[in-house]
């Protein structure tokens, strides 16, 4: 009796959690794209291996971060939701996690169902291999969107990302260039091991064991979170270390910076005691550049999904792009050259 | 002619013995050992840690500013967590995992109130109060819900809450449409910052208020006594007249409350949310509170005090650990430490060990002297 009991729950609570497996990473579909096919509950759905030909819907698999993440992610994931639609000739099924193992095991699902194309955003940059072999022998074309992973050019079909490496390049440039004595800096890192870290960080370390003058006064990772981001700040200043740069990899993170910075009284920005660094699209960073809090934002364009729509209808076409790698436009803004027009052409 | 000699012995050796184990046995025994270490090593490591100093804030108000600042203002959404992770402990046995994803939810319908569907908004389009109050309807709503699986339906609480902890964050982002909306009005951040002319964090003010709110609950109703009562027993206190379903779910709806403060605070401090990070894994933090505090976390007896204590202490070693620059990735592994410890010290066989271990070197002495 207790046993039979006992076993109830346990069923019960495995049931539970196959059941949250399967709804609880995705996000419910926004309201501005209700044709998006099947975006609710990707892990169970499988998309119709039926061959696509002439008028028939291309099918795509699109594993993608987690839309809350930061307001980078949720205008990626819009886009991608738009775009990919019934409308558009697709037939789409769509896959958010931040959790890599979660994402391959998708992938792989993905790939064995036959999709025509698997649209890629990978959470991690290494572990991919497998589902690159069985997408090829599969006849799954993959197209990488946003992040890089590292493989062999030959395992996918495209990549439209974003060149972290570059953009840690051009901010880390745009900070040697303001000529201060001594480069005293808070380094907030985001997700360790994805791509967007590695390259903003991998600029900065470089410079730091470069440079006599450039320090770290702390170097963490807030996992692309304002609130820890805002600890981390407000424990260096608890600690009365001095400091003048804060480089923080995602716009959350420098926001949450600034709101320690903000409640010790301590200035920053244009005219400020401290040089506030972000990145990514978000209007309001934009906006708070564009009034001199902060100083600069590295641009990370977020809106790939045309360019990945592009590619597909060549390669269907038999088309193959003329570059493997398309990296999307980016530059950084700062605080003495940002203008309205900008503000307008880029924020998201 | 031998008891006059053994009286005094007996006499000088029992209340001594029984302080040993008074003390170890005392329900706040652990929090406060707890505490008198990290302090201990603090002052030792390193004792600016605990100096404190006035600053003026961007907006012109002198503030203070200092870990212990730090330590008390950031401990505040975990303390009022804790009082309600508490008295759910003590009834239903067992602990709500959700509380973290309720929490984004409350922030979620704050923020959605106030921004008035907007992404962004310059000044709250809803007066505060008002929003505030729809947040604790609807969280104290989740709380229901949670308590009605628990209580009628008769589900571990832990599998019960685990319908919301997955799909919480879900449903905070489909509250906003999925954009993340961002509040730039001053006053909104009162309740996370300071208010303006007072330079203690409003956060300590709020945790106060709610600590003295369920303190004066706890002595002028019955709310304790049924509690614990349903926790210890439910069958014999529905034979008492108390109807142990009902009570129960008032705990869950309490604990809803506190996870709508707590959910104000957090989103208070920065105007904005990410609903998959917001207040993320805090419900482990609250329920190791629970734990420090020397409460069972099979239910029954309890004490909210040692659950303040609890939390305030795990902000203290959150608060050292980001002092020496310990990776904030690392933190819960060190938490996990500290979790180790709790469990194997307060296991009544180990605390039976330590009592007679304790006793063997009293003896000793008394014999040397």
Redo the contacts between chains.
């Keep these: 009796m207790k046993m039979k009991k006992v076993l109830g729950?346990t069923l019960?609570?495995a049931l539970?959690?196959s059941l949250?497996?399967c709804?609880?990473n995705?996000?419910?579909p926004?309201?501005n794209n209700p044709s998006s096919a099947g975006g609710t509950s990707s892990g169970t759905n499988t998309p119709d291996p039926a061959p696509t030909t002439g008028g028939e819907l291309i099918t795509v698999g699109v594993i993608n971060n987690?839309?809350?993440?930061?307001?980078y992610r949720?205008a990626n994931d819009?886009a991608m939701r738009a775009t990919f639609t019934e409308a558009n000739g697709y037939k789409a099924t769509f896959y958010n996690n931040?959790d890599a193992a979660q994402q391959i095991a998708t992938a792989q699902q993905m790939v064995q169902d036959e999709v025509d194309f698997l649209l890629l955003s990978p959470a991690s940059t290494t572990g991919w291999d497998t589902v690159l072999k069985d997408a090829q022998a599969a006849g799954t074309q993959v197209i990488l969107f946003d992040r890089m992973l590292e493989a062999d050019e030959s395992m996918y079909a495209a990549a439209v990302v974003s060149d972290m490496p570059a953009e840690g390049k051009t901010a880390v440039d745009w900070l040697a260039a303001q000529g201060l004595s001594e480069y005293n800096i808070i380094h907030i890192q985001g997700h360790?091991g994805s791509d967007a870290q590695l390259g903003r960080t991998g600029a900065l370390d470089e410079k730091v064991a470069a440079e006599a003058n450039w320090n770290y006064v702390?170097q963490?990772?807030?996992?692309?979170?304002?609130?820890?981001a805002?600890?981390?700040v407000?424990?260096v200043?608890?600690?009365?270390k001095p400091f003048n740069v804060i480089y923080a990899e995602n716009n959350?993170m420098a926001?949450?910076a600034v709101?320690a910075?903000?409640?010790?009284?301590?200035?920053h920005g244009k005219d400020g005691d401290v040089i506030v660094m972000g990145f990514d699209s978000d209007?309001?960073a934009f906006e708070a550049v564009l009034e001199g809090s902060w100083n600069y934002m590295g641009l990370c364009n977020p809106l790939q999904a045309d360019t990945v729509d592009g590619i597909i209808k060549d390669l269907m076409a038999g088309k193959a792009p003329a570059q493997k790698i398309i990296y999307t436009p980016e530059q950084g803004f700062d605080c003495d050259t940002l203008t309205q027009a900008d503000v307008d052409t880029y924020g998201t | 002619m031998t008891t006059p000699v053994k009286n005094p012995e007996t006499q000088v050796k029992r209340p001594d013995e029984s302080l040993f184990k008074r003390l170890t046995r005392q329900q706040l025994f652990i929090p406060v050992a707890a505490l008198v270490l990290l302090v201990l090593f603090n002052l030792i490591a390193d004792p600016s840690f605990f100096a404190v100093s006035m600053k003026e804030n961007s907006l012109g108000n002198p503030v203070l500013s200092g870990n212990m600042i730090s330590v008390l203002d950031n401990a505040s959404e975990l303390v009022i967590l804790a009082i309600g992770m508490t008295l759910v402990t003590a009834s239903s046995g067992g602990q709500d995992i959700s509380v973290g994803a309720t929490m984004t939810i409350a922030g979620s319908v704050i923020l959605r109130m106030v921004c008035g569907g907007q992404v962004t908004a310059d000044t709250m389009q809803m007066n505060l109060f008002l929003a505030v109050f729809i947040g604790i309807v609807v969280t104290a709503f989740f709380g229901a819900f949670n308590g009605a699986l628990v209580a009628y339906f008769n589900i571990q609480p832990m599998v019960a809450t685990l319908i919301m902890y997955t799909a919480g964050r879900s449903i905070a982002a489909w509250i906003n449409n999925n954009q993340l909306p961002i509040i730039n009005d001053v006053a909104f951040k009162y309740a996370g910052t300071f208010l303006p002319g007072i330079p203690v964090p409003t956060p300590i003010f709020i945790t106060i208020l709610m600590i003295v709110i369920f303190w004066l609950v706890l002595k002028f109703t019955n709310l304790g006594l049924y509690t614990q009562s349903v926790g210890i027993n439910p069958n014999s206190s529905r034979l008492n007249g108390i109807n142990p379903k009902l009570v129960k779910l008032l705990t869950y709806v309490i604990l809803g409350v506190c996870v709508a403060v707590a959910g104000y605070i957090r989103i208070s401090r920065s105007g904005s949310i990410n609903y998959s990070r917001n207040a993320e894994n805090i419900e482990m933090d609250a329920i190791l509170a629970v734990a420090l505090g020397g409460n069972a976390l099979s239910g029954g007896k309890f004490n909210i005090y040692g659950s303040i204590l609890g939390a305030y202490v795990i902000q203290f070693l959150t608060t050292t650990l980001y002092k020496y620059e310990v990776p904030s990735t690392a933190l819960p592994a060190y938490k996990a430490v500290v979790v180790i410890l709790l469990v194997v010290l307060s296991a009544p066989v180990v605390r039976e060990k330590l009592a007679s271990i304790k006793k063997a070197p009293a003896k000793a002495v008394k014999e040397v002297a």
């Design positions: 729950l019960a609570a539970a959690l949250a497996a709804g609880g995705n996000n419910p926004a309201n987690d839309p809350n993440e930061s307001g949720t819009a931040n360790m702390a963490q990772t807030a996992d692309w979170d304002e609130a820890t805002r600890t981390i407000q424990s200043i608890d600690s009365k959350g926001r949450g709101a910075l903000d409640a010790a009284g301590i200035t209007k309001w």
